[in-house]
């Protein structure tokens, strides 16, 4: 494969996606049906079914003869052909998957052999939709109308998960069995180690949000299908190569994972990928890619009494019983890559309480504008050449991270929620040379040039009034952070109610550093238009634009190029001064049943953009992971190529 691109997408699967102009899989689909070219490590065929040639299906090829259980999948041509590329030596079991139909029965064969297929129509439009992405169920949702409704719509993890997943539209057997479907839903939400973090979520919505999910599943129960059909893959959809890996742990789950440098796409390549577990275990999940094998590396974290995840109440589950299968002490978030190669994670290396020097007193610079008091996770780097941690103690909250393109390698932070009021940073450059965490980190608040004079001055708080002659602060951080390929700007995002569970918006964030950032940094706050809310994820394109996941079915574009007024002054505190920036794309797929607003019942949760065309769908290709429609959905020119994981 010439160009691939790396995304974890579930639990414990990794997944490498190859789009190629001239590519084998391509050829396959040029060839004539008849003459199919199978090379020696390649599988290929037609895929016929009563009506006829199936297009736009999935083949899967599967073994668990390799270091780890491996896939491969491609989609059929119009003529119903495929081929699968670059099989390592194993037996498979290869079977087609399809909208309209139901799995065939798998085949067991070697490598090097034609092999055409007999796809099975779904017996009914029930059966059918058992194959159906979450969001078409999901979209079943009876929504209460927006008298009813205390919030502002979809947010917090809800992004994270497809709720219309079997597992979750169906009530699990121990509980279903249950004649009241309230109680079931009760007691699923107290289940496991997440049951604190489901209560306060589902407390937001009101006292009707139980009984809203088990009518829900109840009407599915009584077989209640989606009103709308996925659409088969069409056009360059259809030239993909799926390859999918399963890593980790059973009882551990991935948040993240990574394969490279973004500024620079070429940093290990055919290298390991490196995943990210948070609250599930300390063990850092390793695959390579090309050996198709997994390992496992432990997370040390500084203090003995650093929070574990088995300090967490838990409830009863039908999957796992009594058992907390959570064990993690590191919380490890998010890791990224540096131009060595090395990698870096947001992880926690100790209790909350902060050291003095971060503290009312400390003489820190970031100390003096700004004390913090707590920290619930910092930074750490482990480097694959020497097999070497570095734990990197940081007074303000780490969750994703990036670096700029400075000449101090600087690596900016978010906070996660918009709590703490700060976006901190570390100047890698200086930490190499001395290792001394405390000078080469800081921190700023987000203060907006509200009095217009294009500098910072003395600032009123986020809850106080704006005064004409000052500055005004907003008490936001980011969750999304990635520094501008353009110029010296970092751009955030911060969670709006729904995650943060405080009373504001949700805004995409400019931060100007200036030349002493604790005292010179100037914030730009923006607001999608009225129909989105709830962002989701940050990433720029090589032109500046920034690009933006909202939890109202949408992706979204942000150019502040396009602003036409003044960025500064009043009415910059508002984040509503610059509309004529935004441009809001639906994405595909159903809307919640008894909503018309604008948008989808779609969620996604990362946003990423592909700058140098390691996909093959082009360069500055912006590309949601739209976990409810299970695929990566990629805007290219305007228009929208769904690449579903079937």
Same mark, same amino acid.
């Given at each position: 494969?010439?160009?691939?691109?790396?995304?974890?997408?579930?639990?414990?699967?990794?997944?490498?996606?190859?789009?190629?102009?001239?590519?084998?899989?391509?050829?396959?689909?040029?060839?004539?049906?008849?003459?199919?070219?199978?090379?020696?490590?390649?599988?290929?065929?037609?895929?016929?079914?009563?009506?006829?040639?199936?297009?736009?299906?999935?083949?899967?090829?599967?073994?668990?003869?390799?270091?780890?259980?491996?896939?491969?999948?491609?989609?059929?041509?119009?003529?119903?052909?495929?081929?699968?590329?670059?099989?390592?030596?194993?037996?498979?079991?290869?079977?087609?998957?399809?909208?309209?139909?139901?799995?065939?029965?798998?085949?067991?064969?070697?490598?090097?052999?034609?092999?055409?297929?007999?796809?099975?129509?779904?017996?009914?439009?029930?059966?059918?939709?058992?194959?159906?992405?979450?969001?078409?169920?999901?979209?079943?949702?009876?929504?209460?109308?927006?008298?009813?409704?205390?919030?502002?719509?979809?947010?917090?993890?809800?992004? *994270?998960?497809?709720?219309?997943?079997?597992?979750?539209?169906?009530?699990?057997?121990?509980?279903?069995?249950?004649?009241?479907?309230?109680?079931?839903?009760?007691?699923?939400?107290?289940?496991?180690?997440?049951?604190?973090?489901?209560?306060?979520?589902?407390?937001?919505?009101?006292?009707?949000?139980?009984?809203?999910?088990?009518?829900?599943?109840?009407?599915?129960?009584?077989?209640?299908?989606?009103?709308?059909?996925?659409?088969?893959?069409?056009?360059?959809?259809?030239?993909?190569?799926?390859?999918m890996w399963e890593w980790s742990m059973a009882k551990a789950y991935l948040h993240?994972?990574?394969?490279?440098? !973004?500024?620079?796409?070429?940093?290990?390549?055919?290298?390991?990928?490196?995943?990210?577990?948070?609250?599930?275990?300390?063990?850092?999940?390793?695959?390579?890619?090309?050996?198709?094998?997994?390992?496992?590396?432990?997370?040390?974290?500084?203090?003995?009494?650093?929070?574990?995840?088995?300090?967490?109440?838990?409830?009863?589950?039908?999957?796992?019983?009594?058992?907390?299968?959570?064990?993690?002490?590191?919380?490890?978030?998010?890791?990224?890559?540096?131009?060595?190669?090395?990698?870096?994670?947001?992880?926690?290396?100790?209790?909350?309480?902060?050291?003095?020097?971060?503290?009312?007193?400390?003489?820190?610079?970031?100390?003096?504008?700004?004390?913090?008091?707590?920290?619930?996770?910092?930074?750490?780097?482990?480097?694959?050449?020497?097999?070497?941690?570095?734990?990197?103690?940081?007074?303000?909250?780490?969750?994703?991270?990036?670096?700029?393109?400075?000449?101090?390698?600087?690596?900016?932070?978010?906070?996660?929620?918009?709590?703490?009021?700060?976006?901190?940073?570390?100047?890698?450059?200086?930490?190499?040379?001395?290792?001394?965490?405390?000078?080469?980190?800081?921190?700023?608040?987000?203060?907006?040039?509200?009095?217009?004079?294009?500098?910072?001055?003395?600032?009123?708080?986020?809850?106080?009034?704006?005064?004409?002659? !000052?500055?005004?602060?907003?008490?936001?951080?980011?969750?999304?952070?990635?520094?501008?390929?353009?110029?010296?700007?970092?751009?955030?995002?911060?969670?709006?109610?729904?995650?943060?569970?405080?009373?504001?918006?949700?805004?995409?964030?400019?931060?100007?550093?200036?030349?002493?950032?604790?005292?010179?940094?100037?914030?730009?706050?923006?607001?999608?238009?009225?129909?989105?809310?709830?962002?989701?994820?940050?990433?720029?394109?090589?032109?500046?634009?920034?690009?933006?996941?909202?939890?109202?079915?949408?992706?979204?574009?942000?150019?502040?190029?396009?602003? !036409?007024?003044?960025?500064?002054?009043?009415?910059?505190?508002?984040?509503?001064? *610059?509309?004529?920036?935004?441009?809001?794309?639906?994405?595909?797929?159903?809307?919640?049943?008894?909503?018309?607003?604008?948008?989808?019942?779609?969620?996604?949760?990362?946003?990423?953009?592909?700058?140098?065309?390691?996909?093959?769908?082009?360069?500055?290709?912006?590309?949601?992971?739209?976990?409810?429609?299970?695929?990566?959905?990629?805007?290219?020119?305007?228009?929208?190529v769904v690449i579903r994981i079937p």
């Amino acid at each position: 494969m010439k160009k691939s691109l790396h995304v974890q997408i579930a639990v414990i699967a990794g997944i490498a996606l190859c789009l190629t102009g001239a590519g084998s899989g391509l050829k396959a689909q040029r060839a004539p049906a008849s003459a199919v070219q199978v090379g020696s490590t390649e599988l290929g065929g037609v895929v016929t079914s009563s009506k006829g040639p199936e297009a736009g299906v999935w083949v899967i090829a599967e073994t668990t003869d390799l270091p780890t259980k491996f896939a491969k999948v491609v989609v059929t041509d119009d003529q119903g052909r495929y081929l699968i590329p670059e099989l390592p030596k194993a037996s498979y079991d290869v079977w087609v998957r399809g909208y309209g139909l139901v799995d065939s029965q798998k085949v067991k064969t070697e490598i090097g052999r034609q092999l055409n297929l007999t796809a099975v129509p779904a017996p009914s439009a029930a059966a059918a939709a058992e194959y159906y992405p979450g969001v078409y169920w999901y979209s079943l949702l009876q929504i209460p109308p927006k008298s009813e409704f205390p919030g502002s719509g979809l947010n917090s993890c809800q992004s *994270c998960h497809a709720l219309g997943s079997k597992g979750m539209r169906t009530l699990e057997k121990e509980w279903g069995a249950s004649t009241n479907s309230l109680d079931a839903w009760t007691r699923r939400v107290q289940a496991g180690q997440a049951r604190g973090n489901m209560a306060l979520t589902l407390g937001q919505f009101g006292p009707k949000a139980l009984a809203l999910f088990a009518d829900w599943t109840d009407r599915i129960a009584r077989g209640e299908l989606p009103s709308e059909k996925p659409q088969r893959p069409q056009g360059v959809e259809r030239n993909v190569v799926i390859s999918m890996w399963e890593w980790s742990m059973a009882k551990a789950y991935l948040h993240d994972a990574i394969s490279t440098d !973004k500024r620079n796409p070429r940093v290990n390549a055919n290298g390991p990928i490196y995943g990210s577990t948070e609250e599930s275990t300390d063990m850092v999940p390793v695959l390579d890619p090309v050996k198709n094998a997994a390992l496992q590396i432990k997370h040390p974290y500084r203090d003995p009494k650093t929070p574990s995840s088995l300090d967490l109440t838990h409830g009863h589950s039908p999957y796992w019983g009594d058992e907390p299968i959570w064990d993690g002490h590191t919380s490890i978030h998010n890791p990224i890559m540096d131009e060595k190669g090395r990698v870096w994670f947001t992880a926690r290396i100790r209790p909350d309480a902060n050291p003095a020097y971060c503290k009312a007193g400390s003489d820190h610079p970031s100390a003096k504008v700004v004390p913090l008091e707590t920290s619930g996770r910092q930074l750490s780097m482990y480097d694959p050449k020497t097999g070497k941690w570095s734990l990197i103690d940081t007074c303000f909250s780490t969750q994703h991270l990036y670096f700029a393109k400075d000449a101090n390698n600087t690596l900016w932070t978010s906070a996660g929620g918009p709590a703490s009021g700060v976006v901190g940073w570390l100047d890698t450059k200086l930490y190499e040379q001395t290792g001394d965490e405390v000078k080469s980190q800081g921190w700023t608040p987000l203060i907006i040039d509200t009095n217009g004079n294009g500098k910072r001055d003395a600032y009123v708080e986020a809850n106080q009034p704006l005064d004409p002659a !000052k500055d005004k602060r907003v008490m936001a951080a980011f969750y999304g952070v990635q520094p501008s390929p353009i110029d010296d700007s970092i751009w955030g995002q911060s969670m709006d109610v729904g995650f943060s569970r405080m009373d504001q918006p949700g805004y995409i964030l400019r931060l100007v550093p200036g030349p002493n950032p604790p005292q010179s940094a100037l914030t730009e706050v923006y607001l999608p238009p009225d129909e989105g809310y709830g962002s989701r994820g940050i990433d720029l394109d090589l032109n500046g634009v920034v690009w933006t996941t909202l939890s109202s079915g949408h992706f979204a574009s942000f150019d502040r190029r396009k602003c !036409k007024g003044p960025l500064n002054g009043p009415a910059a505190a508002t984040g509503k001064h *610059c509309p004529e920036g935004w441009t809001l794309y639906k994405y595909p797929g159903p809307q919640f049943k008894g909503v018309t607003d604008p948008g989808s019942a779609e969620h996604a949760y990362y946003v990423w953009v592909d700058r140098y065309n390691t996909l093959g769908l082009g360069p500055n290709v912006p590309l949601a992971m739209t976990n409810g429609g299970e695929a990566v959905t990629a805007l290219v020119n305007g228009k929208f190529v769904v690449i579903r994981i079937p």
